[in-house]
């Protein structure tokens, strides 16, 4: 059992690459210009960290709980560790310090926070501004229309530096319409990039799961967020 999950995860990882570097490819880009971040929820740390071990350099939690349960059994002298999900300001001080990247910050009440923690831990947080690309009610994210009054306003906070967007775009019919949210992504990274904002860097672009990292790089993705192609579909049990 556990060893055709090692053997599965070995086989998929590689499909992963093979299919991450055509891509980049496709898109005037080198492979390595791509980031794979492995999306663990669910996943025991034995694989995680077996993935690890094959060469991904990147892990990313989204809740606090779990991050914290799994937290001294990831490899993170191999690896970097991504908070991915939805972040309450009063969970913040849990995380900071253990993490490299936070890459779901959507308002500047959330920046703050993690900007004091930080301050507090002697640290600098990255972060990336998660954009709510489909205007989707009841979702995480920023509206488009408000991200750069957020970027000028997370500016000037210490100790925090926001690296780039992040967008999970709505569930999709087929392929032309996730590739239109894709580019709406693309055209407000490029277009805040032209801006030149001090203290705002727009290296990372963090769009594209399972499902769509292909077409998410060939829209301008820099970074992949991807789970269940990795490790199997999750068993929440
Ligand atoms: C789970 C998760 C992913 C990966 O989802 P898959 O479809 O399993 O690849 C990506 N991003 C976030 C924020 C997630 O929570």
């Given at each position: 059992?556990?060893?055709?999950?090692?053997?599965?995860?070995?086989?998929?990882?590689?499909?992963?690459?093979s299919n991450i570097s055509d891509a980049a490819?496709?898109?005037?880009?080198?492979?390595?210009?791509?980031?794979?971040?492995?999306?663990?929820?669910?996943?025991?740390?034995?694989?995680?960290?077996?993935?690890?071990?094959?060469?991904?350099?990147?892990?990313?939690?989204n809740k606090v709980q779990e991050l914290l349960s799994k937290y001294d059994s990831y490899d993170l002298a191999n690896s970097q560790l991504h908070f991915i999900g939805h972040l309450q300001s009063n969970?913040?001080?849990?995380?900071?310090?253990?993490?490299?990247?936070?890459?779901?910050v959507d308002s500047l009440k959330l920046a703050q926070e993690i900007s004091r923690q930080s301050i507090k831990q002697n640290v600098t947080t990255d972060i990336l501004i998660e954009v709510n690309?489909?205007?989707?009610?009841?979702?995480?994210?920023?509206?488009?229309e408000n991200l750069e009054k957020l970027l000028y306003e997370i500016?000037?906070?210490?100790?925090?530096?926001?690296?780039?967007?992040?967008?999970?775009?709505?569930?999709?019919?087929?392929?032309?319409?996730?590739?239109g949210y894709f580019q709406i992504m693309r055209n407000m990274f490029l277009d805040i990039s032209s801006k030149k904002i001090d203290n705002i860097k727009m290296g990372t672009l963090?769009?594209?799961?399972?499902?769509?990292?292909?077409?998410?790089?060939?829209?301008?993705?820099?970074?992949?967020?991807?789970?269940?192609?990795?490790?199997?579909?999750r068993n929440y049990n």
């Open positions: 059992m556990k060893e055709k999950m090692f053997s599965d995860i070995r086989h998929n990882y590689e499909t992963i690459i490819l496709a898109s005037g880009r080198r492979p390595e210009d791509i980031t794979l971040l492995a999306a663990t929820k669910t996943v025991d740390p034995e694989f995680i960290n077996y993935a690890i071990s094959l060469g991904l350099k990147f892990i990313g939690e969970k913040v001080r849990q995380i900071v310090g253990k993490v490299s990247m936070i890459q779901s690309v489909g205007r989707e009610e009841n979702k995480s994210g920023v509206m488009p500016a000037p906070l210490e100790n925090i530096s926001v690296q780039g967007l992040m967008a999970i775009p709505p569930i999709c019919e087929n392929e032309q319409e996730i590739r963090s769009m594209g799961m399972s499902s769509d990292y292909r077409e998410a790089i060939l829209e301008g993705a820099t970074l992949v967020r991807i789970g269940s192609s990795l490790f199997g579909a």
